[in-house]
Every structure is written in structure tokens, then in C-alpha cells.
């Protein structure tokens, strides 16, 4: 069985200035690894996915994430934020030999202040 | 490309009662997820279709919930009778297939609240 854990709840940060979103999984069997963000009364967002290949995965509005084996990690960043990066992101892993079924962490809000 | 249509929007009922969700995923999507978000925590899943065969609903609490996918294409979860607890969004999602690290699409979400 796989599990998620992000380990902060609430980011606050201003505007302009890099974030680290951190995410820790746990698995027995080979994985995927997913960030989402949900805005505000809205679904979830796919921002990038690793499947296999190089460890640093970009993806859409500038965000990145770099797949750590050894420390079982997957860390989102950004170099700059904007207030409309305010949100939620969730953290998700699949089994990278089973269905496509996704294991969620709680979420982190981000906070992006002027 | 339309996306996962999900309806209502929007529910708020008494507890005992029942309510149904639908679902229209993306089309050609020939997987069908129903999660369930409780406020505060990340979505949970329910349900996983394949076409309209079920593929995972060992966290589907069946002796409330319900749902089908009669014809492969829309999908409706129902809940019967409504517990306090129930009050969360759910979130209805497609992929193309259920081979693991396909895209999983998410609709807005229905908002149950059970008063």
C-alpha cells in the first residue's frame, strides 16, 4: 500500500519570492508521483507528473519537482510566486504497476501575499 | 476539449435522505473515478470503471453508496440515506485508460452538505 505525507498544511509567502512545496511517499512497489493544484470551488488541476526517466519533472505555470528515490520525496518549486498561484496543491502517488488509481496527501494551502 | 460535466453543483439535504450525483466524463474516456474530498483532507477514492465494469470499490461504503455506469459513457453516485458525515465534495474524474500514469481529468465537484 502507498501513502502520502506533505508535511507543511500552510505555506505563506509574498509575492515575487521562491516556495518549496514538500512531499514524502511511502511504498513497497515502484511508483508515480503527482502534484495537483485545486483553486478555489474548483476540481484538481494536473501541474506535472514523473513516470520514469530524469528526476526533475517541469510542468504548466512554471512550476518543477524533483523525484528523490533515497529520501522518498517529491518537492514542488517555483522560483518566483504570483498571488494568483494561491491555492491548494495535492501530492499523489499510483502504483507504477497496478491501475491508475491515485493515493492523495491532505493538500498544502499556499498563500501568496502582495 | 469539454471536459468532466458533473451536476448538481450544489446539494444540501437532511440526514436519512437520498441524493444522486451524475457525471459525464471526457469523451472517449474509457475510465470513469468517483473520489470523495472531505474538507481539510486530500480526495479519497470511491469507485474506478472500466467501461461499465468496476475495477476498484473496496472503499466504497456499500451499504449507503451506490453507483453505475449503465452504458459506459455517464456515471451517477447515489447515497442512501445521507449521514452527517457524508458532507464532503465529490469529485467525479476520467482518464483514458486505466493503465497507471494516464492523465486523471477532474470535474468541479458536487458539494454535499447533510444537515
Known amino acids: 500500500a502507498q501513502s502520502v505525507t506533505q508535511l507543511d498544511s500552510q505555506v505563506p509567502v509574498f509575492e515575487e519570492a521562491p516556495v518549496e512545496l514538500r512531499c514524502n511517499y511511502s511504498s513497497s512497489v515502484s511508483v508515480y508521483l503527482f502534484w495537483y493544484v485545486q483553486y478555489p470551488n474548483q476540481g484538481l488541476q494536473l501541474l506535472l507528473k514523473?513516470?520514469?526517466?530524469?528526476?526533475l519533472v517541469k510542468g504548466i505555470n512554471g512550476f518543477e519537482a524533483e523525484f528523490n528515490k533515497s529520501q522518498t520525496s517529491f518537492h514542488l518549486r517555483k522560483p518566483s510566486v504570483h498571488i494568483s498561484d494561491t491555492a491548494e496543491y495535492f501530492c499523489?502517488?499510483?502504483?507504477?504497476?497496478?491501475?491508475?488509481?491515485?493515493?492523495f496527501g491532505a493538500g498544502t494551502r499556499l498563500a501568496v501575499h502582495p | 476539449e469539454a471536459g468532466v460535466a458533473q451536476s448538481p453543483r450544489y446539494k444540501i439535504i437532511e440526514k436519512r435522505q437520498s441524493v444522486a450525483f451524475w457525471c459525464n466524463p471526457i469523451?472517449?474516456?474509457?475510465?470513469l473515478y468517483w473520489y470523495q474530498q472531505i474538507l481539510g483532507q486530500g480526495p479519497k477514492l470511491l469507485i474506478q470503471f472500466q467501461n461499465n465494469g468496476v475495477v476498484d470499490d473496496s472503499q466504497l461504503p456499500k451499504d449507503r453508496f451506490s453507483a453505475e455506469r449503465l452504458k459506459g459513457v455517464d456515471s451517477t453516485l447515489k447515497i442512501q440515506p445521507a449521514k452527517l458525515e457524508d458532507s464532503a465534495v465529490y469529485l467525479c474524474?476520467?482518464?483514458?485508460?486505466?493503465?497507471?500514469?494516464?492523465?486523471?481529468?477532474f470535474g468541479e465537484g458536487s458539494w454535499l452538505t447533510v444537515v
Open positions: 469523451s472517449g474516456h474509457a475510465t
Open positions: 474524474a476520467s482518464s483514458q485508460q486505466k493503465n497507471t500514469g494516464n492523465t486523471i481529468y
Open positions: 499523489a502517488v499510483s502504483d507504477s504497476g497496478g491501475y491508475n488509481k491515485l493515493i
Open positions: 514523473y513516470l520514469s526517466g530524469s528526476t
